[in-house]
């Protein structure tokens, strides 16, 4: 089994910024893609950011130019670097890993963090 536990969460003004870290701990696994959803009150969890195990990235539209995911392969850890952060952003932050876990079969199996609450104000 893998465990996420994210944090970097907090309230911050339209335009400032703000870094998540989510950090993966468990024995004997592999990580093939990390990547980042949100969730805003009322609506539908969204896929934010991906990073592969070869370090490309895709972002969704509205958040291209201001926020960078990237990851630390040697502490497991992924990091949502969040600038010029807008109301809209809003949202609990939710880390997700597909990893393969030894011993578990060679296909790879999706953890999930607990979230941490982003709150941008106006």
Not at 41 to 51: D, F, S, Y
Not at 57 to 78: H, L, P
Not at 86 to 97: G, R, S
């Amino acid at each position: 089994q893998v465990q996420l536990v994210e944090s970097g969460g907090g309230l911050v003004q339209a335009g400032g910024s703000l870094r998540l870290s989510c950090a993966a701990s468990g024995r004997d696994f592999r990580i093939n893609v990390m990547a980042w959803y949100r969730q805003a009150p009322g609506k539908q969890r969204e896929l934010v950011a991906t990073i592969t195990s070869g370090d490309s990235t895709n972002y969704v539209d509205s958040v291209k130019g201001r926020f960078t995911i990237s990851r630390d392969s040697a502490k497991n850890t992924v990091y949502l670097q969040m600038n010029s952060l807008k109301p809209e952003d809003t949202a609990v932050y939710y880390c997700n890993a597909n990893c393969r876990v030894y011993g578990l079969g060679p296909l790879g199996r999706d953890y999930w963090g607990q979230g941490t609450q982003v709150t941008v104000s106006s």
